[in-house]
Nanobody, 121 residues
Framework: QVQLVESGGGLVQPGGSLRLSCAAS????????VGWYRQAPGKQRELVATITSIGSTNYADSVKGRFTISRDVAKNTVYLQMNSLKPEDTAVYYC???????????????WGQGTQVTVSS
């Protein structure tokens, strides 16, 4: 079982940047794909970015060009660099370890506790 801990959220003004971290325990994490999700109040959880074990990435249209997902295998950590933040990016952000098959990300059972991102002036 992989355990995940997110960090790095906070309050930022529109146009600002944040970097979220997802630290994992368990060596199996390095061979799994990872997805960053977000959930705003009253909305369904949305997949915003994925990265495979070999570093291939994919993004939701809403964040493409602004967010960058990356992973540090040595640190067993995945990052989400968020630039040009907008108020609509406000949400709780979660990471998940799962599988990517045929272009579809299949979420695994391990979720972190989430980290709040608030974009407001």
């Amino acid at each position: 079982q992989v355990q995940l801990v997110e960090s790095g959220g906070g309050l930022v003004q529109p146009g600002g940047s944040l970097r979220l971290s997802c630290a994992a325990s368990g060596s199996i994490f390095s061979i799994l794909a990872v997805g960053w999700y977000r959930q705003a109040p009253g909305k369904q959880r949305e997949l915003v970015a994925t990265i495979t074990s070999i570093g291939s990435t994919n993004y939701a249209d809403s964040v493409k060009g602004r967010f960058t997902i990356s992973r540090d295998v040595a640190k067993n950590t995945v990052y989400l660099q968020m630039n040009s933040l907008k108020p609509e990016d406000t949400a709780v952000y979660y990471c998940n370890s799962g599988l990517l098959r045929g272009g579809t990300y299949y979420a695994g059972g391990s979720w972190g506790q989430g980290t709040q991102v608030t974009v407001s002036s």
